[in-house]
């Protein structure tokens, strides 16, 4: 399995997902990689604001950052070489890198409560 590193711009937080509006590409991303990750994917985010030796560190990163600028994020690498910058990957690229298939990264469960929640009003939970 290959591993898939992205260095994502400065957020708030380690994906991005927070505060009063939430941005559905992050959401999806962030969901994405804890589905890989669940399945045993190698998958890495690095943070700008929380992070910034790991963009110091890596030497392609390094030289991105130092030629573009920032605007160039997110970029993502995998076994260390560059393969998409300006965006997040595809669904369809993260399952191809990472040998999983569409469905086993993007597949969502929700699961219904088994047990009331105990307010006494139908559709509550």
């Given at each position: 399995m290959s591993k898939i590193e992205i260095f994502d711009p400065a957020m708030c937080c380690?994906?991005?997902?927070?505060?009063p509006s939430i941005n559905k590409e992050l959401l999806r991303v962030a969901t994405v990689i804890n589905n890989m990750v669940k399945k045993g994917a190698?998958?890495?985010?690095?943070n700008l604001s929380s992070e910034p030796q790991a963009f110091i560190d890596n030497k392609k990163i390094n030289e991105y950052l130092n030629s573009k600028g920032a605007d160039i994020l997110p970029i993502t690498l995998v076994d260390g070489e560059v393969k998409k910058i300006k965006e997040y990957p595809t669904n369809e690229e993260f399952a191809e890198w990472s040998g999983l298939s569409k469905k086993e990264i993007s597949n969502v469960t929700i699961k219904k409560?088994?047990?009331?929640?105990?307010?006494n009003h139908k559709g509550c939970c």
């Open positions: 380690s994906t991005g997902v927070c505060g190698n998958v890495v985010r690095h409560p088994t047990k009331s929640c105990g307010c």
